[in-house]
C-alpha cells in the first residue's frame, strides 16, 4: 500500500492535509513550512506546483503561484530541495500540478525525480482518467506514486466509480462547483452532495476540499468523509511571512 | 477526410483532446453529446442561416481587389467578413452558439474578448436573445479597444477586467473559464475562437464554415474555377482561418496559408508567432503548440493587435501546419500597420489591425499572375483608430 492511503488508513478520520504552494512565500521556507506542518500533526502535505495558468484557482492560489514563481522557484530547484530534506519528513508529500509542467519536464523523467525526491503521490485535475489508466497507471505503480482524481458535485455515478478505481491515494471531492478559495458556509445542498457519494460506500478513502477554511468547515466536511483539505486559508496565513507560531496557531485553529 | 473532423475524442491527429478539471467535466461532455445533433437539425440550420441572411448580412461580398492585384500582380479576392453586422467574422459563430445555448436552457453567457469583436458579437447576440452576458477583457486590451468596450456596454454586457499574468487575452480566457467553474449550472461559454477543449474547436469551425462555403460559391461565379489557389487568414486562436478554409481543407489544389503576429520580430522576445516559437502542450484545455518555457509555463504573447496576441493556436490548426497541409508566415506590427495604410489608400478600404497580417504576406506567399488569391479581410478597422493614429512609422 503505497504512503499516502497507510496514512489516511491509520488516521482512520479527521485526516486533515494542508495544500501551500511550493515557493510562496520564499523558496527558503519550502522546508520549515512542511516540517512545521509535521510537528503540527498534519497527515498529509500537498505542494503545488505554482503554474503561470492555473485555471481552477482563485485568488490566493494564483497570487501564491505568481509570486512562487518570480521567487525563481522550477522544477528542478524543487525536486532538489525535496532530496535533500527527505529524510527528516515522515508526512507523505502530495504534489499537485497542471499536466503541462509534467509533460514538457518529459513524463518519466518528472515521475522518476518525483520518486527520488520523496513524493508520495499527485493531483493532476486537468489529466483526463482515461489517458491516464492508458498511458501512466503503470509508470505510477512501478515508481509507487499514488494518484488522486477529483469529483464534484455534477460528477456522475459511474465517474464517480471510475475515479474511485483508478484512485490510488484518495478520491478528492471538490465541495462545490467553483475553483478554490472560497470561504461560505457549507450548504445543505453540499451536504446531500457529501451523503449521496457517502452512500456509494467506495473503496477509496474521500477527502473534500475546496473552501474548507476553519474549524466548522473541516469539522462539517470530516463528518461526511474521511477527512478534509485546507488550501487558500493556509496560504492567506503565509502571506506576510512564515513563522512556525503561525503554522502551529493556523493548524490548531482548524482542528480546534 | 484527413482534416476537417476530429476523432471521438477531439483530436486532429495528436492535438486536442479535453484537458480539464472535473468541475467543467459535466457541461462540456454535455456539450460534446448534442453539439453535432444540433448542428445537423433542420430547425438550427434554419434559424441560423436566417439570421445569417437578415441580422448579420451575409452573404458576404467576395470582391476583386483590382488596385491591389494589380500592385502584387496577381488576382486578389478579398472575402469581406468586415461587412458583417458587428464588423468581423466572429458573429457567425455567435449566433450559432447563441442558438446552442437557448437548446442548453442556459440563463446566462460569458465569453472572453482581445480585441473585442468577439465580445461585441456575444454582447449583440445576448441582446437580441435576452440573455445575461459576461465578458472578460483583459486590462490592456480594454485599454486600446476602447471603442469596443463601449459597444458592449450599451448592449446590456458586463465588461470585467482580467488583471492577471499580460492582462491580455490569454487571461481573459483563464477567467472566463473560472466564471464557468463557479457557474456551471445555469452559464454557456461561447469561446470566440477554434481553440478550448473538445468540442469547442470543432464547433465553432463548422459555425464558421459558411465563410468558405460562400466562397467555393463565388470564385467559381467570378473565374469559372470552383476553388481558388491560394486562401490566406490571419490567426489569433484561428476561427476566421478555420472558416476560410473549411471546405477546401481536404482539396490539396487551395494552398491554405496562415498569418501570424511576429509583433516586434520573431525573436525580438515580443511575438505571438505561436506554430513557430511554440511547443506541443496543453492550454486552455487543448492539446497544441504554445508558447512556453522548458517547464510548461506559458509564455505571454505580445503583437500591436488584440486579436492575435494568444500563446496557443486552434489543434487544427496545428495539425495542418505539422502535417504541412497549411503553411504558416509571420508578420511583423510594422508590416501589418504598413498593408493597413496600403489597403486604405488603394482600395478604400481600412482593415482591422488582425486582418493586416494576411495582407502584408501577400508578396511572400509565391503567388503567379494566373493565380486567384482569396483573403479573408476577418474584420474592419474602426476598433484600431486610436492605434492607426498613434502609429508612429519606422
Ligand atoms: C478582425 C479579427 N480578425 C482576426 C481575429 C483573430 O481571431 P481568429 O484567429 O479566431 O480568427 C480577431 C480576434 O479578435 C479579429 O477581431
Known sequence: MNKVRKAIEEKGSEVLNVYFTAGHPTVDKIVDIMQSLQENGVDLIELGLPYSDPLADGLAIQKSSEIALKNGL????LFEILKQSKNDLATPVIMMGYYNQMLQYGDEKFLDKAAAAGVSGFIIPDLPMNQYESQYLDKFKERDLSMSFLIS??????????????????????????????TGEISDQQIQYFNRVKDMELESPRLIGFGIHDHNSFKTASAYADGAIVGSAFIRTLENGFSKEKVSSFIQSIRG | MKYRNPDEQGFYGEFGGAYIPEMLYANVENLRRVYQDILDDPTFLKQYHDLLRDYVGRPSPLYYAKNLSTKYNTNIYLKREDLNHTGAHKINNTIGQILIAQRLGKKRIIAETGAGQHGVATATVCALMGLDCVVYMGAVD???????????????????????????????????????????????????????????????????????????????EKTGKDYPDYVVACVGGGSNAAGAFYYFLEDERVKLILAEAAGKGIDSGHSAATSILGKKGVIHGCMTLLMQDEFGQIEEPYSLSAGLDYPGIGPMHAHL??????????????????????????????????TAHALAIIPRIGAKPD????????????????????????
Open chain 2, 142 to 220: 480594454i485599454e486600446r479597444q476602447a471603442p469596443n468596450v463601449a459597444r458592449m456596454k450599451m448592449m446590456g454586457a458586463t465588461v470585467v477586467p482580467a488583471e492577471s499574468g499580460s492582462k491580455t487575452l490569454k487571461d481573459a480566457t483563464n477567467e472566463a473559464i473560472r466564471d464557468w467553474i463557479n457557474n456551471a449550472e445555469d452559464t454557456h461559454y461561447i469561446i470566440g475562437s477554434a481553440i478550448g477543449p473538445h468540442p469547442y474547436p470543432d464547433m465553432v469551425t463548422k459555425l464558421q464554415a459558411v465563410v468558405s462555403e460562400e466562397i467555393a460559391k463565388q470564385i467559381f
Open chain 1, 74 to 77: 522550477n522544477l528542478n530547484i
Open chain 1, 153 to 182: 458535485p455534477m460528477t456522475e455515478g459511474d465517474r464517480i466509480r471510475q475515479a474511485d478505481r483508478l484512485s490510488d491515494g484518495f478520491v478528492y471531492m471538490v465541495s462545490q462547483s467553483s475553483i478554490t478559495g472560497k
Open chain 2, 321 to 354: 501546419i505539422t502535417t504541412k497541409r497549411a503553411k504558416v508566415y509571420a508578420a511583423t506590427d510594422d508590416e501589418a500597420m504598413q498593408a493597413v495604410y496600403e489597403l486604405s489608400k488603394i482600395e478604400g478600404i481600412i482593415p482591422a489591425l488582425e
Open chain 2, 371 to 394: 493565380d486567384n488569391v482569396v483573403i479573408s479581410l476577418s474584420g474592419r478597422g474602426d476598433k484600431d483608430l486610436t492605434t492607426f493614429m498613434n502609429y508612429i512609422p519606422n
